[in-house]
C-alpha cells in the first residue's frame, strides 16, 4: 500500500510539472505605453501661457504604431486634460479643446508613428492660462490618452495598408493616465 501511494505521489508530482511547463509558453509581449506630461514652470499669471510638454513613451518588449493624429486635445479621445483644484473639484476655462481629426487614409505611411521599446513621441503645446481655468488659485493637470482608431476601423477602411497588420495602439486598449501636474495660478 505504501509502495502505491508513493507511486501515486511520483506521477501526481510529475504531472503537475509538465503541466506548470505547458502553460508557461511564452507568450507575445503586450505593448505598454507610458504617458508623460510636464510644464515648463510650476507658477504663472492669468496673462501667461502655460508651454506643456506630452509624451508617450513605449515602456514595452515589441514595436507600437500611434496614429499622430492622437496627440490633439479632447474631452473624449486622444489626449484629454482635465483641471480640479487641490480638494477634485472640476474647474473650467474659457476653450473647449475639441479636435476633431480626419479618419486614416490608405497610403499614408506617415500617419503611424513606429515606436519601439525605449522610444518616445510626444508635442509641445502653448496653452493660454485662461483656456483652463477661470481664476487664480492651485490646480491640478490630469490628463489622459485613449486612441481615436479603432482595430475595426482599421481593418475595414486600411485593410490593404500594411499598418492593418502592425501593433497599432488603438481604442480596445486601456486608457492611460499621466501623472498629475500641480500648478498654481496668481493674479
Given at each position: 500500500m505504501q509502495k502505491f501511494a508513493l507511486v501515486y505521489l511520483i506521477i501526481a508530482a510529475m504531472t503537475s510539472a509538465v503541466v506548470a511547463q505547458v502553460n508557461q509558453?511564452?507568450?507575445?509581449?503586450?505593448?505598454?505605453?507610458?504617458?508623460?506630461?510636464?510644464?515648463?514652470?510650476?507658477?504663472?499669471?492669468?496673462?501667461?501661457?502655460?508651454?506643456?510638454?506630452?509624451?508617450?513613451?513605449?515602456?514595452?518588449?515589441?514595436?507600437?504604431?500611434?496614429?499622430?493624429?492622437?496627440?490633439?486635445?479632447?474631452?473624449?479621445?486622444?489626449?484629454?486634460?482635465?483641471?480640479?483644484?487641490?480638494?477634485?473639484?472640476?474647474?473650467?476655462?474659457?476653450?473647449?479643446?475639441?479636435?476633431?481629426?480626419?479618419p486614416p487614409k490608405e497610403g499614408n505611411v506617415y500617419a503611424f508613428i513606429k515606436l519601439e521599446p525605449g522610444r518616445f513621441y510626444g508635442v509641445a503645446d502653448e496653452i493660454k492660462v485662461t483656456d483652463v481655468v477661470s481664476k487664480p488659485g492651485e490646480y491640478d493637470i490630469n490628463v489622459t490618452y485613449n486612441s481615436f482608431a479603432s482595430r475595426s476601423s482599421i481593418k475595414e477602411f486600411l485593410q490593404h495598408d500594411p499598418i492593418s497588420k502592425l501593433p497599432v495602439w488603438t481604442m480596445e486598449q486601456p486608457?492611460?493616465?499621466?501623472?498629475?501636474?500641480?500648478?498654481v495660478v496668481k493674479p
Open positions: 509558453v511564452e507568450k507575445p509581449a503586450a505593448p505598454a505605453l507610458e504617458l508623460a506630461v510636464r510644464t515648463d514652470q510650476q507658477t504663472y499669471r492669468m496673462s501667461d501661457k502655460i508651454r506643456m510638454e506630452t509624451r508617450l513613451l513605449n515602456t514595452g518588449n515589441g514595436d507600437v504604431y500611434i496614429w499622430h493624429w492622437d496627440l490633439c486635445w479632447n474631452p473624449a479621445r486622444g489626449l484629454s486634460m482635465y483641471l480640479t483644484t487641490p480638494d477634485g473639484s472640476p474647474v473650467h476655462g474659457d476653450f473647449l479643446f475639441d479636435c476633431v481629426p480626419p486608457t492611460i493616465t499621466a501623472p498629475r501636474v500641480h500648478i
